[in-house]
């Protein structure tokens, strides 16, 4: 089941959020944002993004979620326990939702460039690839800059 995020939602958000950051990032990302990405760190960042949250529910439990920022797919998440079942396809397609309703009609998302499973993910379920994207990331009050790539999708 895919609904919006209630705040109760979140802690478990920052749980997964840490765990599958850390899954698709780590050694792909400057060395100081992996060690500013600490498990404090999403917990502390999750409460002001219920808003913008959608999430998957698998017999009552969360395995994922998505933050979604005007016409960007901001987060794709899923819980490394689930990977592999078939929850993520459903959270993009209701991200892609969101942004459509949102009178976008082009969807775009940073993958990065080392997370080679991500990036078949995204292509498989018809984004492409647009180019370079040197994303600034903010974290421990140092801008990192993550390099990553910039996938589009026609949604409207």
Not at 30 to 59: I, K, N, S, Y
Not at 102 to 124: C, P, T
Not at 134 to 155: F, I, L, M
Request: charged residues 20%; aromatic residues 8%.
């Amino acid at each position: 089941m895919i609904r919006f995020a209630q705040p109760g939602d979140m802690a478990t958000v920052a749980d997964i959020w840490h765990r599958a950051w850390h899954v698709g990032h780590a050694g792909h990302v400057p060395d100081g944002l992996t060690a500013a990405r600490t498990l404090d760190a999403f917990h502390a960042r999750t409460p002001a993004r219920v808003a913008d949250t959608m999430v998957a529910e698998v017999d009552g439990e969360l395995v994922g979620f998505t933050m979604v920022e005007g016409d960007e797919v901001e987060q794709v998440f899923v819980d490394p326990q689930s990977h592999g079942s078939g929850v993520a396809a459903p959270l993009l397609a209701a991200a892609e939702q969101q942004v459509a309703a949102a009178g976008h009609d082009v969807a775009w998302l940073a993958v990065v460039v080392g997370n080679a499973r991500a990036r078949a993910f995204y292509e498989k379920h018809g984004w492409h690839d647009a180019g370079d994207l040197p994303y600034e990331v903010s974290a421990g009050g140092t801008t990192y800059v993550s390099p990553c790539r910039r996938y589009e999708k026609q949604v409207r």
